[in-house]
C-alpha cells in the first residue's frame, strides 16, 4: 500500500509556523460563544486583585495615621472602664476594613477561577468535537501514513495543555492590563513621577521579560512536544509489535532506545525548567530593583515636599504590593511556549482540507453498474495507474488478479471515492462519483480489507458496525454467511465477548470473518472485496465463496485477489499489472 498523505509540518519545523500572536487570537477567537462568563472573570479577577492591593495600602495608611499621631486631639474611648486613647478606635475601624477587603479578596478569587475554569471545560469541550469532525473529514486519505502516536498526543495532551491559555491567560492578561491601568490612576495622584516608574516597571515585568525569555523557548516549547507525540509513537509501536520483539531477541535495543528517547524527552524539560528558573529569578530582581527605585524617588518627593510622609510610605508599599497581576504574565511565557505548540498542533488539523470533499444536496443515486474511463492516478510521483479502464455491470462478479502493487486496492478506494482521480472519471450508475451524496455512495457500497479493523468491544457490535441498530438476528445471520457462527458459539459469552483492543484476542482469519459478516449485514447492492479470504485457509474460503454466490442475488461484487483459487468465483477476471488490465 502506498501512503503519501502529505502530513503538514509533522516535527514542527519553521515552515509554516505561525507566530505566537496569531495563535492566541484564532483561540481567542473560539471563546466568543462564552464572551459574558470571560468579561465577568476579569471583573472578578480585577477586583479581587485591587482588594489584595488596597488591603496592604490601607494597613499602611492606618499605620501611618496612628505614628502621626492624627488622633491626638479626638477624645478617649473607655473599654471596659479603661481609658484608651483615640488612636486604638483608628485601629479598630481600620482591622475591620482589612477584614472586610481579604474576605473580598478571597470570594472574588473565587469566583474568577470559577468563571476560567467553566470556560475553559466547556471550550475543550468544543475543541474535541471540533478536532474529531475534522477528522471525520479528512479520513481517510490524509490520515494514512500519518503518525498515529503524534496524533494521539495532539488528541489528548495537545487539547488537555490548551486548557492552560483558557484558565489561566487570557483572563490574567486582560486582569493585568485593567489592574495596572487602575493603579497607575492611583499612583498619579501621587506624582506623576511615580505613575511614570510604575508604568515602565510594569511594562518591564509584565511584557520585557516574558517576551525575551518567551522567544528564547518558543522552538524548544514546539520541539518538546514533538518528541513527546514521537515517544507515544514508538510506545505504540513498541507495544504492537511485542511478538516479533520477542521473537527475534530486539527487546534490549528497543529498551535501550526507549531510554535514549525519554532521556532526550527529559533534557529538554530540563532545559524549558532553567529557562523558566532563569525568567523567575529575572522577575523576582526587578521587582525588587523597581520597588526600590520607588522608595527612592518617594524620599526625593518628601524632601521636595510634594508628598508627606504618609504618601511617602503609601507609595512605595503600593509599588511593592501592586506587582502581583504583571507577575502572573511573566509566570505564563513557559506554559505558554508550550501551550502555544500544542495550539498550533490542534490548529493545524482543524484547518487542514480534506483530499476529497463531502458531498450532499445532489440528486439520489441507485446503483446501476459501476465503471473507471481512462484512469490516471499517481501518489505524489509514484504512478499507480495509467488510462485504466474496465465496466462492472450490475449483478456480477468481476475478478481482479494481479500482483502486489499494481493497483487493485487503489482502484477500490477510488470506486469509493476515499481519493480522487486525477484525470479521467470512476463512474457508478454513470454519474461520475464526485457528484454523487457521499450518504448515498456509503449506502451503496460495503468493502472489507485486507486488514479488518476491530474496535475493543463485543463480536456482536463489532459487527454491527455494518449496521448501526442491527437485532441479534441480523447480526448472527450475517455471521454464519461469514462462516464466524459456529466459533463465537464455543466462546463463554458467545457474541458478548470482548475482541480486545484491536482484535488482539483474535487470529487474522477469525478478524477477517467478523470483517466480512459487517459487509454481509450492511447489504450494498455493491461489495467491494480487498484479498476477503487472505487469512483463511482453503475449507473456510469455500465456505465464504458459496456464501457470496448464494447471497449475491442482485449484489455487485468486484472481488480482488492474488489467489488464483479466489477468481474461480469470478465471472470475469481482469489481469492487472502496472496500473493497466487485460
Known sequence: ????????????????RRSGIRIMGQLIGLVRPLLPVMLLAIVLGTAGYLCAIFLTIRAGYGLMQILSGNGAELTGTEIAGVETPAAFGVVLSGVWVLVVLALMRGILHYGEQYCNHFIAFKLLAIIRHKVFAALRRLCPARLEGRD???????????????????????????IAVCTSLVMLLFFSRISAAAAVLALV????????????????????GMAFRNAFGDLNSFILDSLRGL???IQYGRGQKRRKEMAERSDRLGGMQKGLNRLEASQRSATNLTILLFSFAMLFLMIALKQAGAVDGTGMVVGTIAMMGSFGPVTALASLSNNLNQTLASGERVLSILEEQPVTEEISGQPRTVFDGAAAEQVDFAYEQEQILKGYSMEIPKGKIIGIHGPSGSGKSTLL????????????????????????????????????????CLFHDSIANNIAVGKPGASREEIMEAAKKASIHDFVMTLPKGYDTEVGELGDTLSGGERQRIGIARAFLHNAPFLLLDEPTSNLDSLNEGIILKSLQEAQENRTVLLVSHRKSTMNLADVVFEMDGGRAS
Open 148 to 174: 498515529k502516536g503524534n496524533l494521539i498526543s495532539v488528541l489528548t495532551s495537545d487539547i488537555e495543555l490548551i486548557e492552560v491559555f483558557y484558565a489561566h491567560t487570557i483572563s490574567p492578561i486582560a
Open 201 to 220: 516597571g510594569y511594562l518591564t515585568v509584565g511584557s520585557a521579560i516574558p517576551l525575551y525569555f518567551g522567544s528564547r523557548g518558543a522552538e524548544r
Open 413 to 452: 478506494k477510488l470506486l469509493m471515492r476515499f481519493w480522487d482521480v486525477q484525470t479521467g472519471s470512476v463512474r457508478i450508475s454513470g454519474r461520475d462519483v464526485r457528484g454523487i451524496n457521499t450518504s448515498d455512495l456509503r449506502q451503496m457500497e460495503a468493502c472489507v480489507t485486507q486488514e479488518t
Open 1 to 16: 500500500m502506498k501512503n503519501f498523505s502529505g502530513e503538514k509540518s509533522k516535527k514542527g519545523g519553521n515552515s509554516g
Open 243 to 245: 511478538d516479533e520483539t
